[in-house]
């Protein structure tokens, strides 16, 4: 992977099917999403880093993690500017901007304008969407 851009995974549709699951392949590939406060990582505290769940790329640091009090797991920026890309949205009959994983698009949910400092953002994502890994030490 080059340092100035993450790589672009590329896969079947048949191979997303059996890597992700039912439910993880109908949010990351369809652009579904989880119910609020059942995600695996809404409610979740420790230090470490969340990643793609479909192809691994590191998205977000658990220090810019908050409580929003969506149901989603919310987050004021994400690790690098570059792990994630935006689209405007208009589906189910509102106007957002969703955001999905640079290297493979992979849907993690949306941004909104009414985060916290220092970004003023809200990055409401899908525990669906995403893997955890444990700071170490």
């Keep these: 992977m080059s340092s100035d851009k993450p790589r672009k995974v590329e896969k ?14 109908e949010v990351v590939r369809n652009k579904g999403t989880e119910r609020a406060f059942t995600g695996r ?4 505290h420790e230090d470490g880093t969340y990643l793609c769940v479909a ?3 590191k998205l977000f640091d658990s220090a810019t993690k908050f409580e929003s009090g969506s149901g989603w797991p919310s987050f004021w920026q994400p690790l690098d500017a570059r792990s994630v890309e935006t689209e405007h949205d208009r589906s189910h009959f509102m106007e957002r901007t969703e955001v999905h994983c640079a290297s ?3 849907h993690l949910g949306h941004v909104f304008p009414d985060g916290p400092r220092p970004t003023g953002l809200r990055y409401c994502i899908n525990s669906a969407s995403l893997d955890f890994e444990k700071k170490q030490g």
């Design 104 to 106: 493979c698009g992979a």
């Design 41 to 44: 990582f809404w409610d979740h």
């Design 12 to 25: 079947s549709d048949a191979e997303w099917r059996a890597q992700l699951g039912p439910e993880r392949y």
């Design 55 to 57: 192809c691994g790329e």
